[in-house]
């Protein structure tokens, strides 16, 4: 436990790696290759026919982001498209 807070180290390291909410968020315009996890879909990603594959507003998660890239070989993606990034 840390001498100082009472909480035990491993908690105080975890802490230390959380991103402090309330950072500002840019648009930017990337293809999947760039995507990565914790951006926001500023836009929904289509097919080039139409169909939505992830609406907008949803975060990109490490889950999505691999099923997205399995599937960019046989899907064709609209891209670039926006996402908002945590700066």
Same mark, same amino acid.
């Given at each position: 436990?840390?001498?100082?807070?009472?909480?035990?180290?491993?908690?105080?390291?975890?802490?230390?790696?959380?991103?402090?909410?309330?950072?500002? /968020?840019?648009?930017?315009?990337? /293809?999947?290759?760039?995507?990565?996890?914790?951006?926001?879909?500023?836009?929904?990603?289509?097919?080039?026919?139409?169909?939505?594959?992830?609406?907008?507003?949803?975060?990109?998660?490490?889950?999505?982001?691999?099923?997205? /890239?399995?599937?960019?070989?046989?899907?064709?993606?609209?891209?670039?498209?926006?996402?908002?990034?945590?700066?």
């Amino acid at each position: 436990r840390s001498a100082d807070s009472g909480l035990p180290n491993v908690v105080i390291d975890a802490l230390r790696l959380v991103v402090v909410a309330g950072g500002e /968020r840019v648009m930017r315009k990337l /293809r999947l290759v760039d995507l990565a996890p914790g951006m926001l879909l500023d836009e929904a990603l289509l097919t080039r026919r139409g169909a939505c594959l992830v609406p907008a507003g949803r975060e990109v998660t490490p889950t999505l982001l691999l099923r997205l /890239r399995s599937i960019a070989a046989d899907v064709k993606l609209i891209e670039p498209f926006r996402v908002q990034v945590l700066v």
